[in-house]
Antibody
Framework: EVQLVESGGGLVQPGGSLRLSCAAS????????MSWVRQAPGKGLEWVSL???????YYADSVKGRFSISRHNPKNTLYLQMNSLRSDDTAVYYC?????????WGQGTLVTVSS | DIQMTQSPSSLSASVGDRVTITCQAS??????LNWYQQKPGKAPKVLIY???NLETGVPSRFSGSGSGTDFTFTISSLQPEDIATYYC????????FGGGTKVEIK
């Protein structure tokens, strides 16, 4: 079965750090362009970061300099390292992959930034 | 950055009605547009990819069309289980989403 499974969300204080993971099965992370998308409570979908198959990375202005996207080939896993977290980073974070047969989404992981 | 203008932001229709949602890109995105359905508390579900391709397992009452800058998503006969928020997304240049359309039953 082709799927993406996120983990690593939780409650963190402002200024803290968190690393999200996205484990892929039936799908090779390295061969496709992958992204992180988030959704704040009651809001729409917001693109956060992406990595193309060649390794080039991009970030939304709202997270540039604080978040870092990476992938680990042997584990077929995508990561999002989030530093200097702020209250407006509170959201459900989704891992997504884009293939020739359409996009894939994980179930999401909730990140809450609060003291 | 490519801006996606989705309309309407909400609509109310009767069961059996034809429902149409539009999405306009601020520049040419070819066919690189997806449509999603999201129900409360759930992850978005892809319905249409590459503007007009129906995702496997999705009912045929859902369809998409368009290319370049103007795209249309249609539900040919609205069903009660179609109550949800729908989003368009471009992936021609980075990623961006439309603001969403909340569909309700009249």
């Amino acid at each position: 079965e082709v799927q993406l499974v996120e983990s690593g969300g939780g409650l963190v204080q402002p200024g803290g750090s968190l690393r999200l993971s996205c484990a892929a099965s039936g799908f090779v992370v390295n061969d496709n362009f992958m992204s992180w998308v988030r959704q704040a409570p009651g809001k729409g979908l917001e693109w956060v970061s992406l990595i193309y198959s060649g390794g080039t990375t991009y970030y939304a202005d709202s997270v540039k300099g604080r978040f870092s996207i990476s992938r680990h080939n042997p584990k077929n896993t995508l990561y999002l390292q989030m530093n200097s977290l702020r209250s407006d980073d509170t959201a459900v974070y989704y891992c997504t992959g884009y293939t020739v047969t359409g996009p894939l989404w994980g179930q999401g992981t909730l990140v809450t930034v609060s003291s | 950055d490519i801006q996606m203008t989705q309309s309407p932001s909400s609509l109310s229709a009767s069961v059996g009605d034809r429902v149409t949602i539009t999405c306009q890109a601020s520049q040419d995105i070819s066919k690189y547009l997806n449509w999603y359905q999201q129900k409360p508390g759930k992850a978005p579900k892809v319905l249409i990819y590459d503007a007009s391709n129906l995702e496997t397992g999705v009912p045929s009452r859902f369809s998409g069309s368009g290319s370049g800058t103007d795209f249309t998503f249609t539900i040919s006969s609205l069903q009660p289980e179609d109550i949800a928020t729908y989003y368009c997304q471009q992936y021609d240049n980075l990623l961006s989403f439309g603001g969403g359309t909340k569909v309700e039953i009249k």
